[in-house]
């Protein structure tokens, strides 16, 4: 039962992941660009390379001889992982679904054009001439994406002529990895935004946690909160499409799967094969099982007999205001007296402006309105300062 797992990215989400691996007695050696990042602070081990250069890469696999390749994040030679996939190692969820997904442009094509999902309109841009080309078919306001990134870098919305070739820079600068294209998006009128995480099993069925609302600046969440309040109708479209979509990916594990919700019915957004930031609103035990016990479980084929809804939860971002490469905190001990709130502090050794350093946690009866807890979850982030 005890297994070996390389986890490739050792963010805070990778931390979490490590935690719950911990517990059951397996062995995770966490993988990053940078020391001490948060998921190497908990690990057996640790490797610092550039995941990028597939040598590398390949030498840490073979080094450590994993029964387990857990991606964390986008910038990965994720072409590598079908060649481990031949050598016994099982890819997390499967090798396909990290290519597909680590590329907004394989994903969205599988949701809208083999899978028919319904999603924005779209178009890809690989100059800033093509962009212009683009913007002008979709129309304006649009949403620019770079295909390879994370977090809501290189993300911006165009609204007027101006904003093209800023918004191409932007994209550029934010991209992740060696593709320089980016997706263009029509603007969705939507009524709000959700996660769904998906949990996909070797040997038993999919399971739904209860919806997650979000709230984005930047491209990057800032509040999340679960229950979302969705009608049955949408989320039974938004279960399906889910579903499909992961089915068609394959594989074990917890995908965030965003949705756009609308007038007209659901948009397929987005998806991401692992644990979602989204999803740290269940470290406030708003589930029987967190989305990283749930992503760990799913891995090694433990059977889940259900997820349960067990508080209303939310939970609200601490960021950092300045650039500092020995980050201390003020107001830990305001949010550690609040009733029915928690915090994460994610351990990162640098900070650089809006960088996510820490979250708070706020739960109540699963029948109390979450409106009231998300403004209790921002005050409680409120009271927190990153200092430089």
Request: with cysteine; hydrophobic share 40%; proline share 4%.
């Amino acid at each position: 039962m005890q297994k070996k797992i390389v986890l490739l990215g050792s963010g805070e989400l990778g931390k979490e992941f490590v935690i719950a691996a911990q517990r059951i007695g397996q062995t995770v050696i966490a993988v990053d660009s940078y020391a001490n990042a948060p998921a190497m602070q908990v690990a057996h081990g640790f490797e610092v390379i550039n995941m990028l250069d597939g040598d590398a890469l390949d030498a840490v696999i073979a080094k450590h001889k994993p029964d387990f390749i857990v991606p964390e994040i986008e910038a990965i030679r994720t072409e590598r992982f079908y060649d481990y996939e031949k050598q016994g190692i099982t890819v997390v969820p499967s090798a396909k679904a990290a290519n597909f997904t680590m590329n907004r442009k394989a994903i969205r094509d599988l949701a809208a054009k083999d899978l028919g999902l319904r999603t924005a309109n779209y178009r890809y841009a690989t100059s800033a001439d093509e962009l212009q080309k683009a913007v002008a078919e979709v129309g304006m306001p649009c949403v620019v994406k770079p295909l390879m990134s994370s977090s809501g870098k290189g993300q911006s919305t165009i609204k007027t002529q101006d904003d093209i070739e800023k918004a191409w820079k932007y994209a550029v600068e934010g991209s992740r990895g060696d593709v320089v294209e980016v997706i263009v998006e029509a603007f969705v009128n939507f009524n709000s935004e959700i996660t769904l995480l998906t949990v996909t099993q070797n040997n038993n069925p999919t399971l739904f946690c209860s919806p997650i609302g979000h709230r984005q600046e930047r491209g990057d969440y800032q509040e999340s909160w679960q229950p979302a309040n969705v009608t049955d109708a949408a989320l039974a479209e938004a279960q399906d499409m889910a579903r499909k979509v992961t089915e068609a990916l394959g594989g074990a594990g917890i995908f965030g799967v965003e949705f756009f919700l609308t007038d007209e019915g659901v948009y397929f957004s987005e998806l991401s094969p692992r644990p979602h930031d989204t999803g740290m609103v269940t470290l406030a035990g708003t589930q029987n099982f967190n989305e990283f016990e749930l992503h760990l479980r799913a891995i090694l084929s433990l059977p889940i007999a259900e997820i349960t809804l067990e508080k209303a939860g939310a939970s609200a971002v601490i960021l950092a205001t300045d650039t500092s490469d020995s980050p201390t905190f003020t107001g830990v001990e305001k949010i550690a007296a609040l009733p029915k709130t928690d915090f994460r502090l994610f351990g990162k050794p640098t900070t650089r402006p809006y960088r996510r350093m820490g979250v708070a946690l706020v739960s109540d009866s699963v029948d109390t309105p979450v409106e009231g807890i998300i403004e209790k979850a921002k005050a409680a982030a409120a009271l927190v300062t990153v200092n430089k």
